[in-house]
């Protein structure tokens, strides 16, 4: 049984204009019908926006607590976010050190670049003979 484009955005949870934009970019295929309007399969429809149970009941997601201990968080996400944010840190600091050597090691580029003779004062005639 084919759906509307009206009975399938509802099924899905997205609006029309999604699934028409869907259907025109090629990423959805929907025939239409006798009458012009798109008669979407539902397995199409599945395969392109995967249906979401909704359950808005507010005991099924609970808020995690809050809760820490020092300035350790207990909740699993918060341990997460606190050793990403300990590699984060180690990486910017290699990363700094990285760029010191290298700012270093172009220092020393540009020294052996710099001509270091000492300048022999010339005299006019060198000068315009270009001596």
């Not at 099924?60 to 699993?76: A, D, H, K, L, V």
């Not at 172009?106 to 005299?123: G, T, V, Y």
Request: with cysteine; hydrophobic share 35%.
């Amino acid at each position: 049984m084919a759906l509307t484009l009206n009975q399938a955005a509802k099924a899905c949870g997205r609006s029309k204009s999604t699934l028409l934009d869907a259907i025109r970019s090629g990423r959805m295929s929907a025939p239409k019908d006798d009458r012009g309007r798109y008669a979407i399969d539902p397995a199409e429809l599945h395969r392109a926006f995967p249906f979401q149970a909704i359950d808005r009941s507010a005991d099924r997601f609970p808020e995690p607590q809050s809760t820490t201990i020092g300035n350790q968080p207990t909740t699993p996400a918060g341990r997460v976010l606190e050793r990403e944010v300990e590699l984060l840190r180690e990486m910017l600091g290699k990363a700094e050190a990285n760029a010191d050597h290298w700012r270093a090691l172009a220092e020393r580029q540009q020294a052996l670049l710099e001509d270091k003779r000492p300048k022999e004062p010339r005299s006019l005639l060198q000068r315009i003979l270009g001596r």
